[in-house]
């Protein structure tokens, strides 16, 4: 292996600039390069400029690319560092917090601050590498962190370039264009099978505050909300071929760039955000994988591509999905991440497709419960108040009790592991979890006694709303839009919506009058929740709800190479 500073295998894709050449209009789109096997993504535009002299000191004794771009680190200079050892002692901080920096960004090290002193103009060796510091008086800093110089002084931040490799995402996009306040998708890949590169900016380079409490989280966003600049997919070919990028952002993506959020990509939904299953279903576009077990189960659907990125990859924190029957809270399961269904109307969910707009709300997939603490305020705002205590009661559903007979050796083990949580959780709340048996309560208080039981209540609610709302709201206008630019043909959908009289097909068959059954079934079945199964706190300033319910979707192992 060369040196650490050496740039090996430089890919220009672009001329800089916007420029006529021979008649065409030619964008600079950025560049792609790679520097001891790690792939990166630079900005057409720099970050900032004026660095001649830096170039000048760092160039000598490195070999730079044929661009003739170094890799160099700003550092920024405070009271703290006032030796090489202080030094040091922050590159290794830089090393453990940060997955884009590196020792090879050592050909040239920057001191910015008001007052740098006993630093400058000589080769010192840091980290076992002798590198150039360059000492700058500035009030105002850039952030520290990677950056490449070119030989006119201009600073580019890297985007380091991951691939895609569980397959989790539709369009990974650049860096966002303040120009024209919108993203594009990012022109950049790696070496892999079907792996588009995503690009992720340096940790450095942000720092969270009161205002920007997600600032350099590296977010994925399912592709049914609406982001500037993007097409959107809704899982479909033919849906992204037919309409432009959008020209603006759903509210709750909005509401996460505003906090400092980064966004990586859009990220895969089953088809329009229809339940899907690998092998028989998902055709327009391929499931992603489960990273757990053998990599080869389901990934639960519809925030798949949510799912399988936040589970599979530690370079993304944050993603978000959407939930109308199960739709985060079944990835989030199987994947073994945290997940969510928050309330019904807790944001408006403006440029979004809609399932079953009486169902669906926008919640978060994420490893770390801080992160989704942090998220859920911002999305959220004020509909979503936190509480200083937890609710007084334990309550669970479907979950196994010490004495249950396990089926087989897979269920015993799920229910030694659930049992186990519920200990502990019992301990540190202090309380006795006790069964609800919701069904046998409904018998009991239901409004009316002629009304039947709720299996037989919501047996067609929920696939009622969801095909008749679809239906109208989404298939129509597309299968219309679609057949005038392409002479009354009908685009290509998943079996799913068609097949074995499912979803759409489904809807079809219903009489219009239906869908209104359906609401107020869905509607009697939630007063009943709210008021027996769930209420809310007696004191509304203490803690949210009367109970803590835990449920159980029981043992469900499903491989995507099983035909159904």
Same mark, same amino acid.
């Given at each position: 292996? =060369? +040196?650490?500073?050496?740039?090996? @295998? #430089?890919?220009?894709?672009? *001329? %800089? ?7 065409? $209009? ?34 000598? =004794? +490195?070999?730079?690319?044929?661009? @003739? #771009?170094?890799?160099?680190? *700003? %550092? ?7 030796? $090489? ?34 630093? =400058? ?444």
């Amino acid at each position: 292996m =060369g +040196s650490s500073r050496d740039l090996v @295998g #430089l890919f220009t894709l672009f *001329v %800089v600039g916007v420029q006529l050449v021979w008649g065409q $209009l030619v964008l600079d789109m950025g560049s792609t390069l790679s520097m001891n096997g790690i792939y990166y993504y630079l900005p057409s535009k720099p970050f900032s400029h004026g660095y001649t002299s830096v170039y000048a000191a760092s160039a000598s =004794g +490195s070999k730079s690319s044929r661009l @003739g #771009l170094v890799p160099i680190t *700003v %550092v920024n200079a405070d009271a703290a560092i006032s030796n $090489l050892a202080a030094l040091e002692n922050t590159l290794n901080a830089f090393s453990k917090q940060d997955d884009v920096w590196g020792d090879s960004f050592l050909s040239a090290i920057i001191l910015q601050g008001t007052s740098v002193q006993g630093f =400058g103009g000589s080769a010192v060796n840091v980290r076992n590498r002798s590198t150039t510091l360059a000492t700058i008086q500035a009030s105002t800093k850039i952030p520290q962190g990677p950056y490449f110089i070119s030989p006119t002084g201009d600073l580019y931040q890297p985007y380091r370039l991951y691939p895609d490799t569980e397959g989790a995402f539709t369009q990974p996009m650049g860096p966002f264009d303040a120009t024209t306040a919108t993203y594009a998708a990012l022109p950049a890949t790696v070496p892999g099978i079907s792996s588009p590169g995503v690009a992720v900016p340096s940790r450095l380079y942000y720092t969270r505050t009161a205002a920007q409490p997600l600032a350099g989280v590296r977010t994925g966003i399912k592709d049914i909300f609406d982001i500037a600049g993007l097409q959107t997919s809704d899982g479909n070919r033919a849906y992204y071929d037919l309409y432009p990028p959008r020209n603006a952002t759903a509210l709750p993506v909005q509401r996460l760039i505003d906090a400092g959020a980064i966004l990586v990509g859009k990220m895969k939904t089953s088809q329009f955000a229809n339940g899907e299953v690998a092998t028989a279903d998902w055709v327009d576009i391929h499931e992603p994988f489960n990273p757990r077990g053998d990599g080869y189960q389901d990934t639960s659907s519809s925030s798949s591509g949510p799912g399988s990125g936040i589970g599979s990859y530690t370079w993304l924190d944050l993603t978000l999905g959407s939930d109308t029957g199960g739709s985060i809270r079944g990835p989030s399961q199987v994947q073994g991440v945290y997940g969510n269904r928050p309330s019904h109307g807790i944001i408006p969910l403006t440029n979004t497709m809609p399932l079953a707009p009486e169902l669906d709300t926008a919640g978060f997939l994420v490893r770390d419960p801080t992160i989704w603490t942090a998220a859920a305020k911002v999305m959220y705002q004020d509909a979503l108040p936190f509480f200083p205590q937890f609710p007084p009661k334990l309550q669970t559903i479907n979950f196994p009790l010490p004495n249950t007979t396990a089926s087989d050796s897979t269920e015993a083990e799920a229910n030694s592991i659930l049992l186990h949580f519920l200990s502990k959780l019992e301990s540190f709340l202090k309380l006795k979890a006790s069964p609800v048996n919701y069904t046998s309560l409904w018998d009991q208080v239901k409004p009316d006694p002629a009304l039947p039981p709720l299996s037989v209540l919501l047996n067609r609610t929920y696939p009622t709303l969801i095909s008749k709302e679809q239906t109208k709201n989404v298939r129509d206008p597309f299968f219309a839009d679609y057949a005038a630019m392409n002479d009354g043909r009908t685009p290509f959908v998943d079996p799913t919506l068609y097949q074995r009289y499912t979803r759409w097909a489904f809807g079809d068959s219903l009489l219009a009058s239906e869908l209104d059954v359906a609401v107020a079934n869905k509607t009697l079945f939630q007063n009943f929740w709210e008021t027996y199964v769930l209420p809310a706190g007696d004191n509304h300033t203490a803690y949210c709800s009367q109970s803590i319910i835990l449920y159980s979707s029981g043992v469900n192992i499903l491989y995507r190479n099983t035909y159904l």
